[in-house]
């Protein structure tokens, strides 16, 4: 078995074979070794924990089923016998109440929607009718079953509609279900295992977090360079130019989903900045683009500087460019970035990109919705850097405040999916659900703190996460998680300023980091080797808690103790504003 497969249980009321194979024989990411539940035992198996198919360590389960199989109202609907919608919506609950209590025994739950297969199709007017309709109850099921999803925090719901849409006519055939109880066509199942794949993707923080774009028959049709800005094709009466538009509209939404975009162009920068700037069918502004390299270079060089400029893996990646050359170039040169085949027809640019499944994320937050404002902001501090002349003097001048407080309900989800994401200041990368992250910060030695920065330029949300263990007067880091967009600016430094001290108020002796190495997180290692915390081991770090730990002079710090200190044993400020230095010395 591949260690980074995940281990997965399908449970259906029907043969889920197909999306078993197809899931495991797939070679994208990740991998995946499916268990099939006990064939048509929906209710069972979500309720009896000693089915063997529990006995073992799960990662997720999809719970997939036909809306006559579980759900008494429809069987009845088939029999063409009214229902009381009111007992529907019971009976959703009812089945919702057993996805729940399976959930708690792993870490990701998927429910497909439920669907009414073409074959029951045929009482016309009467199927959006009220207690007759089969469609209209599969929509009124449909909006109980998510409303009911929302409420479990590890489940979330796969619009299986699409998949039948995408598929078309060959969705269903009435020879399958009839010669192996299979309701869907091979194509549907394959739909599915992309879906599931790309969920699994997100929920472990490895989702695509940046395009970057070519400008010229990209962007827009034709070479700036060559006919001017004012003539280029976008927008206007021009098949082309339409979709181009729509092509940007589609990369504002992705932008106001959280991806970030930038440029890398071969042109010259002053021209293509005066298209973006004053072309009046420019959907995208110059504001929306977080970094761009436009010169003639090479442009995996370029790639790779705009990465750098972001603070991100090439594997955090997706470049697009209308060159089929400038494609395999980079697919060669840069194997991390994805670089996805780009259709010809600039009318199939929309279509092309709302193709591309690599942008999964299982919630939107604020922060989310202001990345590229943050970035903009990034931008302005990064000038404002070249215009000072030292550390010291930027960092006074950015008015750097930074916000901490405990872990609680209202900031959860945000900090899930940081602790998720993040890959490069992050000692443990450990990754966990919401439940299990809830959890382990109940337990009676643990704190759990949550970090906002804001400065002169803005606000960047909730960017940290600092986790501790104790045992006697033992204190160890657990989680040390800072987004790449705030690294750099003595936050790291202030994060361990609060853990020491509030080991300090809780009269622990020692704290202690361990850093877990990997492909991604040498930054962590090499912020902690330059931190004063004494080197234990190439990977271990201590503290003398009797000793404090300086915070810088630039730092404005704001606590919210809230409850999180209530388990300290002494009335001392935890988190008390301290400008002493201190020495490095072990």
């Known amino acids: 078995m591949n260690n980074s497969a995940k281990r997965g249980l399908l449970i259906s009321d029907f043969n889920i074979e197909n999306l078993s194979a197809y899931l495991t024989n797939d070679q994208g990411i990740p991998s995946i070794e499916s268990v099939i539940a006990p064939y048509g035992q929906v209710a069972q198996t979500l309720l009896d924990a000693s089915q063997p198919c529990w006995q073992t360590e799960l990662d997720f389960m999809v719970v997939w089923s036909r809306p006559e199989g579980v759900i008494e109202s429809f069987q009845k609907l ?46 016309g007017m009467l199927d959006l009718a009220p207690r007759t309709g089969l469609s209209r109850a599969i929509l009124q099921a449909n909006l109980r079953l998510l409303e009911n999803l929302d409420q479990i925090p590890n489940a979330f719901p796969l619009n299986a509609s699409k998949w039948i849409e995408l598929v078309g006519e060959k969705a269903f055939n009435p020879r399958l279900w009839y010669l192996g109880k299979i309701p869907f066509g091979n194509d549907v199942f394959k739909a599915a295992m992309l879906d599931i794949k790309a969920a699994l993707r997100g929920i472990s923080g490895e989702a695509r977090k940046v395009i970057i774009l070519d400008l010229d028959e990209t962007m827009w049709g034709g070479i700036i360079g060559e006919v001017g800005w004012q003539n280029i094709i976008l927008g206007g009466h021009d098949p082309a130019g339409e979709a181009l538009v729509d092509f940007q509209r589609e990369l504002k939404a992705l932008v106001n989903r959280g991806v970030v975009l930038a440029i890398a162009s071969k042109n010259e920068e002053t021209v293509a900045i005066e298209a973006i700037t004053k072309h009046p069918e420019m959907i995208l502004r110059i504001d929306d683009f977080a970094a ?19 603070n991100l893996g090439l594997d955090s990646v997706v470049f697009i460019d209308d060159s089929q050359v400038e494609q395999d170039w980079v697919r060669q040169a840069l194997p991390d970035v994805l670089v996805p085949e780009w259709p010809a027809d600039k009318r199939l640019y929309p279509h092309a990109l709302r193709r591309l499944d690599c942008f999964e994320q299982p919630k939107l937050t604020d922060e989310d919705r202001r990345r590229a404002e943050t970035y903009l902001h990034e931008r302005k501090r990064t000038e404002l850097k070249t215009q000072t002349t030292s550390l010291d003097e930027w960092l006074r001048t950015l008015d750097l405040n930074v916000r901490v407080e405990p872990l609680d309900p209202s900031n959860l989800s945000r900090a899930t999916q940081l602790l998720n994401k993040t890959n490069q200041m992050n000692l443990s990368t450990r990754r966990m659900t919401e439940p299990e992250f809830a959890a382990w910060a109940a337990l009676a030695n643990h704190q759990v703190w949550v970090f906002h920065v804001s400065d002169r330029f803005g606000d960047s949300g909730l960017t940290g996460i600092l986790s501790v263990e104790t045992e006697g007067d033992y204190c160890q880091i657990i989680d040390f998680v800072l987004s790449c967009r705030v690294m750099g600016r003595k936050v790291e430094e202030t994060m361990l300023h609060v853990a020491i001290e509030w080991s300090r108020a809780a009269q622990i002796s020692q704290v202690q980091a361990v850093y877990i190495p990997t492909a991604k997180n040498v930054p962590c290692q090499s912020f902690f080797q330059k931190s004063g915390l004494c080197v234990q081991s190439k990977n271990e770090f201590i503290w003398d808690a009797a000793r404090e730990y300086p915070l810088h002079r630039a730092i404005r710090l704001v606590y919210d103790a809230g409850d999180t200190f209530e388990k300290t044993p002494v009335s001392v400020n935890p988190l008390k504003v301290n400008h002493a230095t201190s020495s490095n010395n072990c």
């Open 292 to 310: 761009w390299r436009i010169n003639w270079k090479d442009k995996p060089q370029n790639i790779i500087e705009v990465a750098t400029d972001l």
């Open 78 to 123: 088939l029999a063409a016998s009214p229902i009381d919608e009111g007992r529907l919506r019971n009976e959703v609950d009812d089945y919702c109440q057993k996805v729940a209590i399976a959930s708690r025994r792993v870490r990701t739950t998927f429910v497909p929607t439920w669907i009414v297969p073409t074959i029951h199709f045929g009482n």
